[in-house]
């Protein structure tokens, strides 16, 4: 019989087995170049690929596949397209792409006339959504329920997918996909289905040979989600490090979710490098600029802006608003690319391409800000945790319907975040600020919405530079609550193509 040992032998003897037996895997997941990471791409793959504009696009990744011209029928799916030469639109300049599942075009006149022509596929869906499908599948959950696209064609499926061969006169080839709604606690959601990806394009600050990832600043974006994804993840890093180097609580990315891994070699791009003005030369703000249509409708505006507010301002005037709020209010900016504590213009010596706003502009960040993926941004805007939400309008109507991302047939911006951001307006007050008449002179403010909706009853307030209105979203009325001191009220209602009810407390406005 062999002797007993004792307890702390037994111990020394376990925790050999135990770092003989959990040691840190040998499988290689380093590559030594992209063209050989991107080999086992296939012809009809779905391809998730990373960034927001150009910050965090895996570029290296996209160039590698671009050469690979026998790789044809691939749907892509990302916020955008890229622009200028950048992202996507290699892979369409190739031939390869079939289909696009984005949420905007923005600026990519390219891309909006193949749309247009009926030369390419394309599902515009909402930012929010789109991540969320992504996580969901992720998470291993085939389907869920969002406010985001309610009542909207994003419910109903009436953006085209796809026009014939002659474009969007000729009719339409692929019809949108129409989505299952139901209703809880009185309230309408839509079913959405997981997207799963084949492959994944992650682009990373930092990686360790085992596959943790690290992103910079809102580089962040998508691809924390899509690494998450797909069958086969393969991320292009600044920097690789050994096993050991990254501190564990500075993971974004567990290594489990990644399998090949290249050095990034294309160089990142400013998109918009958009810099603070200089100071005057008496430090006097511009008077002729000051009166401005959009001026006068920011400032207004921006006397809704409470201390500590959580606010988003959506592009156009209300970018202005931080530029007129009271004496002594401190707000803390959302940009839903990921950011919470957003600041103005850098100085030029201090843009950075990975922190950059909504716009692709260049910004800072204040003391006390705080970055994040787009699946965060988007749990925290249609959860209802942003006080304010401040976006344009193409149209408004007296119920307070919204549209402001496409003209059929004409204008194809995308929807981006805008379904989102009025998806919970219990919660988050959505303020409309916008001219009153369209340059043609005809009103904006409708009794119905004739443009495709971006959000149904969400609208709380409407600011315009003729008039402040408040929008009684349940009974579908709308209230004359302040005019413009150059106005009449019979010159208001002349411009305005809906009945409204003239407050009692009606005042001038403070512009």
């Known amino acids: 019989m062999l002797p007993r040992i004792g307890f702390k032998a037994e111990l020394r003897v376990f925790s050999c087995r135990l770092v003989r037996n959990y040691s840190v895997t040998t499988r290689r997941k380093v590559w030594d ?25 895996p570029e290296t990744l996209i160039t590698a596949l671009s050469k690979r011209k026998g790789v044809t029928g691939l749907t892509a799916v990302s916020n955008n397209a890229g622009s200028g030469e950048g992202g996507l639109v290699k892979l369409l300049k190739s031939g390869q792409l079939e289909r696009l599942m984005i949420s905007y075009l923005g600026g990519n006149k390219y891309l909006e006339q193949m749309y247009l022509d009926g030369n390419m596929s394309l599902e515009l869906v909402p930012q929010g959504t789109l991540v969320e499908r992504m996580r969901a599948h992720a998470s291993g959950i085939p389907a869920f329920f969002t406010p985001t ?34 209703v ?33 600043y809102v580089a962040n974006n998508y691809n924390n989600v899509m690494a998450r994804n ?11 490090v050994p096993v050991g180097t990254l501190s564990p609580n500075s993971v974004h990315c567990p290594g489990i979710y990644v399998d090949r891994i290249v050095k990034c070699t294309e160089s990142k791009q400013f998109e918009i490098l958009a810099t603070a003005p200089p100071p005057s030369a008496n430090g006097e703000k511009d008077a002729k600029m000051e009166q401005s249509t959009r001026r006068r409708i ?17 592009v156009g005037i209300p970018t202005l608003v ?25 100085s030029e010596d201090k843009a950075d391409p990975d922190i ?32 304010v939400t401040m976006l344009g309008a193409m149209q408004v109507s007296g119920c307070g319907d919204i549209a402001n991302f496409m003209i059929p047939g004409k204008l194809v911006k995308g929807i981006g975040g805008a379904m989102d951001l009025v998806s919970n307006p219990e919660k988050t ?83």
């Not at 779905?46 to 910050?55: A, E, K, M, N, R």
């Not at 079913?191 to 084949?198: K, L, N, T, Y």
């Open 429 to 511: 007050k959505v303020i409309v600020a916008m001219e009153h008449c369209a340059k043609d002179g005809s009103p904006k403010i409708l009794k119905e919405c004739t443009l495709p909706l971006t959000g149904a009853r969400t609208v709380s307030q409407i600011i315009t530079d003729l008039a402040v209105f408040d929008v009684d979203r349940y009974n579908g009325e709308l209230h004359l609550m302040e005019f413009a001191p150059y106005v009449t009220v019979d010159e208001i209602r002349a411009k305005t193509a809906c009945d409204f009810i003239i407050s009692k407390n009606l005042k001038q406005m403070q512009i």
């Open 230 to 240: 797909a069958k086969l993840t393969i991320v292009e890093a600044e920097e690789i």
């Open 33 to 57: 170049s992209a063209d050989e990471a991107v080999k086992d791409v296939k012809s009809g793959d779905i391809l998730l690929s990373g960034g927001f504009g150009l910050c965090g696009t």
């Open 356 to 387: 950059t706003n909504a716009g692709k502009e260049t910004v800072t960040l204040l003391p006390g800000a705080s970055v994040f993926d787009s699946a965060d941004s988007f749990a925290m805007i249609r959860g209802g945790h942003v006080d």
């Open 149 to 182: 696209g309610a009542s909207t064609t994003v419910e109903t499926g009436g953006i085209p997918i796809r026009f014939n061969a002659g474009g969007f006169k000729d009719g339409v080839k692929i019809q949108g996909n129409k989505k299952e709604f139901r």
């Open 322 to 346: 931080t530029e007129y709020l009271r004496r002594g209010i401190k707000i803390w900016l959302q940009s839903e690319n990921g950011i919470l504590g957003m600041g103005p213009f850098p």
């Open 298 to 314: 920011a400032r207004r505006a921006a006397q809704e802006i409470e201390d500590g507010f959580y606010v988003n301002l959506g």
């Open 184 to 216: 809880f606690n009185g309230k309408r959601y839509v079913m959405e289905p997981a997207i799963p990806g084949d492959v994944a394009f992650v682009h990373a600050w930092k990686a360790d040979e085992a596959g943790n990832l690290v992103f910079r």
